[in-house]
């Protein structure tokens, strides 16, 4: 190599070198966004998973603070929990089954997105409607799971008299 073309070849390798250290930048601000967001998704499902554990937890708890105050086989009482469980077994039902439908538009909008100009704001748009179809499928159970927590309070009151 001449003395001519040496600073020729270092400033290509500086260019090259350059080129590729800039490329890699975003690759790992990329990475580390992608590992920042499955982080959150997995706190999000941990703490789900708590609240429903919590929810179970307090539930047992309720039916035996009950059985302390009525005994274990009281008729009347095993009558109230038979017949609330029945009761709001359908609302809830509904209810779930109306979210797995939410969620299954809400992949397959989201799937669809990818063919789009706007991929991210798509997506998000997408999820917020997911979110918001959820959220009326509790609304729309709620009236009916009121409904059968007030018979079960009025049952139970009955059962205390």
Known sequence: MT???QPDAIL??????????????????????????MCLKDARIARNTCMRDATVHCDE??????????????????GCIRDHERCIEEPLSKREGCRIACAADQKVTVQACKSK????????EA?????????RCANDANPARQRCTQTFNDCLNACAR
């Open 127 to 135: 999820k917020q409607k997911g979110a918001e179809c959820k959220q």
């Open 12 to 37: 290509r390798a500086l260019a090259v070198l350059l080129l590729v250290t800039a490329g890699a930048a975003p690759r790992g601000a990329a990475a580390a966004d992608t590992s920042r967001v």
């Open 3 to 5: 003395r001519s073309t």
């Open 117 to 124: 100009t706007d991929m991210q704001a798509c997506q998000q």
């Open 61 to 78: 708890a309720f039916k035996g603070d009950l059985g302390t105050c009525f005994g274990g086989e009281n008729v009347c009482l095993q």
